[in-house]
């Protein structure tokens, strides 16, 4: 099977496999790009380990072993409220990663409306100017 004619950054050859006359990886070929964009969407948009609603789990799990630890006689007080603390700026950085990924994908698909009204433009003859 053939392999891909694209060379990379780093100066050397793709080892996929060439598809279709173009002689490009799946990976290269820019018949493929929409696709690959449409994928990579879906797949931004599946759950999955490190995604927030997993790890909210995981530190609400923590909670509650640390609360059931707070209410024994025998528990330090002391570390357990620390690692309360701990626990709390864990979940703000869940929640502010959160909020960062979303407005990325905002920023992605605001970029990929101005490729299409940009392509629109170009198939009727028209051009950004001063007003548009």
Not at 78 to 94: D, F, S, T
Not at 100 to 124: G, P, T, Y
Request: hydrophobic content about 30%.
């Amino acid at each position: 099977m053939a392999r891909c004619q694209r060379i990379k950054g780093d100066g050397t050859r793709c080892k996929l496999a060439a598809i279709g006359p173009n002689g490009l990886c799946y990976s290269h070929d820019p018949s493929k790009q929409e696709e690959r964009r449409q994928q990579a969407r879906r797949g931004g948009k599946a759950g999955g380990r490190g995604r927030p609603s997993v790890e909210l789990k995981e530190l609400k799990s923590r909670f509650e072993e640390l609360a059931e630890k707070a209410m024994k006689k025998n528990a330090q007080r002391g570390n357990i409220a620390v690692a309360v603390q701990a626990l709390a700026q864990a979940r703000m950085c869940v929640r502010d990663g959160l909020l960062a990924r979303e407005h990325e994908s905002l920023a992605q698909e605001v970029e990929e409306m101005r490729e299409a009204v940009s392509l629109i433009r170009e198939r009727n003859g028209t051009h950004y100017g001063a007003s548009g």
